[in-house]
């Protein structure tokens, strides 16, 4: 049977209220970029509903069915039910969600804004900044109701855990740094290792060399010293954009000169990437 510890410490109350914002963000974001895509201008009309309908049901969720938030359940805390009456239950449902909602009504729906209204809304928003500035100085002291809601709901924490104290483990920190320096060496050995030449060398490794195709006078059929023509269509075989100082390779293929010259000068039997034509005797040349 879990038992109720009065005292849970200043950090663990945070770490809840952090997980509890984190989680609620995420469930929202992909909710609605999900409604967003399957129709935006529907999104665009019922945006404040929608949020208040993800909204009410996290709430419904969490705190209206075991009375504590995502972020307290993953910490083993809760809210004390014997404080947590119905009636607080409907305040801390209208306080946390509905205020939200006005806002973005106001905001979205009113095709004139309501001057009163604006001014309302903006100095309830200022107010409630300041008020949850000093309370969050009073949490630091007392260590009780560290949000301004809780506060003003009586409501504390409590923890499921019988006097156990926080258990801090190191193995995720661990992998994090493994996972991090091997990020590190990764990218520091890509940049530098020439994959057309390893893709090259290994299609030549795995492929039987051809004869060249010749006609009845002896000439090859697919001469390799053709000089190409350049029309406003044409990109680099390459980098697929528009070529930036045209050249050729002793083929009919049109490459940048940078993209050309780079991937000559660091492989020296470079060929075409389109149809495998090795650099003419004449080497590279402009159009």
Known sequence: METKNQYVPRVNQIDAITLNKDITR??????????????????????????????S?????????????????LLVLAYDSERLTISRLILHFCLTVLPSYIKKLEERRLNRRVEWLSKAIEYGENAALILSV??????????????????????DYISLRHNQRRDIGYKYLTRELLWGGFMEI????????????????ARNMFKSKKAEEIDEAGHPLHPTNRK????????????????T??????????????????????DSKFCCTACDSPVSENGIEPL
């Open 186 to 201: 990764l990218g520091l050995v890509l940049p530098i290792i020439n994959f057309r030449k390893v893709q090259r060398v």
């Open 57 to 73: 049901a996290i709430w419904f969720g969490s705190v209206g069915k075991r009375c504590s938030t995502f972020g307290q359940q």
């Open 228 to 243: 190409p023509k350049l029309t406003p269509t044409t990109t680099c075989a390459y980098c697929g954009q528009r070529p």
């Open 26 to 55: 995420m469930i929202r974001e992909n909710l609605l970029e999900n409604l967003q895509a399957i129709s935006p201008i529907l999104y665009l009309k019922i945006q404040p509903e929608l949020d208040l309908l993800i909204q």
């Open 245 to 266: 100082l045209p050249h050729y390779m002793g083929c009919e293929h049109i490459y940048c000169y940078y993209c050309l010259s780079a991937n000559i000068s660091t």
């Open 134 to 155: 000093l309370n969050f100085f009073r949490f630091l002291k007392t260590g009780r109701k560290p949000t301004l809601i809780d506060f003003m709901l009586g409501l």
